[in-house]
């Protein structure tokens, strides 16, 4: 009698989410992004379910053929790389093992849609999530930077805000119209000019100008939702506040705040929690620990 083969185990894939920190926009005119993985991760599972993501999505066009489980912690709500989890996994699954491999293959879905002079998708985001922690994707150099060890004690809180009503913004609609004129990227320079060198130097209140510098100077191009504004404002007035910024698409989708302390027993710390709370912000994380990322493993049974 013949023994039976083992049983291949089941794999599950998984990425962790993203936010920009600095540079959404600016990367779009060739200048450095810095772009954090963060918790909870997107997750998929091979299985002979349904198709396993919209046929046009970025995903469904790379491996039509694909079949599994997408789960997003997000529960659809945006803004956090569900778009680009999904190409993660498909690249994955399809042989790719190299992030610059998977960012160039993602490029070519969009490198025939703009029209000339618009915009498309950076593809930061992507690193981000296949590499884990903080990353600088430069794309006029295409070099990629780790730089987690920088943000290890730095005293960020990060708050999720795509969740509510007023922050919704389509960002692949959003940058289908979005215009590619150098000079409306230009300005940005020296405030990523001015981050680097807070970084370098350790200089929270530097990187705090830099971050809130940066904030206005999108709001000036109408790069700021309404909402978003309004929170960046308000949260500018608080003690212990040293700088204030939203993330991603009309910086909609977070709000990083930095703060003198991340200390739970810090009262300033815990009035803007307790402030953003009341204004339905969601806090994620204090602080920016570095987060894994592509993970490929044994399915848990």
Request: proline share 7%; with cysteine; glycine share 10%.
């Amino acid at each position: 009698m013949k023994s039976q083969a083992p049983a291949i185990p089941a794999l599950q894939y998984s990425v962790p989410g993203k936010i920009f920190v600095i540079g959404e926009y600016a990367v779009l005119g060739g200048f450095p992004a810095w772009v954090a993985a963060i918790e909870p991760r997107f997750q998929f599972r091979i299985s002979d379910a349904s198709a396993a993501f919209h046929p046009e999505s970025p995903a469904g066009l790379f491996a039509p053929k694909l079949r599994g489980e997408f789960r997003d912690p997000w529960q659809g709500q945006g803004g956090f790389g569900g778009s680009t989890a999904e190409f993660a996994f498909a690249a994955r699954i399809s042989g790719i093992v190299d992030a610059h491999e998977a960012h160039s293959e993602y490029r070519k879905l969009f490198t025939a849609g703009p029209a000339p002079g618009k915009s498309l998708p950076s593809g930061a985001d992507l690193l981000a999530q296949w590499e884990g922690g903080v990353i600088e994707w430069n794309p006029t150099t295409g070099k990629l930077r780790d730089l987690s060890k920088s943000f290890e004690d730095v005293p960020l809180l990060v708050f999720s805000a795509s969740h509510l009503p007023s922050r919704k913004t389509k960002t692949h609609e959003h940058l289908k119209a979005l215009s590619l004129e150098p000079p409306r990227f230009a300005h940005l320079l020296p405030i990523l000019e001015l981050a680097e060198s807070a970084r370098v130097a350790g200089d929270d209140r530097l990187l705090g100008q830099a971050l809130s510098g940066y904030a206005e100077a999108l709001a000036e191009q109408g790069w700021e939702s309404e909402a978003a504004g309004g929170d960046r404002m308000a949260f500018a007035e608080m003690p212990g506040v040293l700088g204030v910024k939203g993330c991603g698409a009309m910086q909609s989708d977070a709000m990083i705040i930095l703060v003198e302390s991340i200390s739970a027993e810090d009262e300033n710390t815990q009035a803007v929690i307790n402030f953003a709370e009341e204004r339905g912000l969601r806090l994620l994380s204090r602080g920016i620990p570095r987060v894994d990322g592509l993970r490929v493993e044994e399915e848990k049974t």
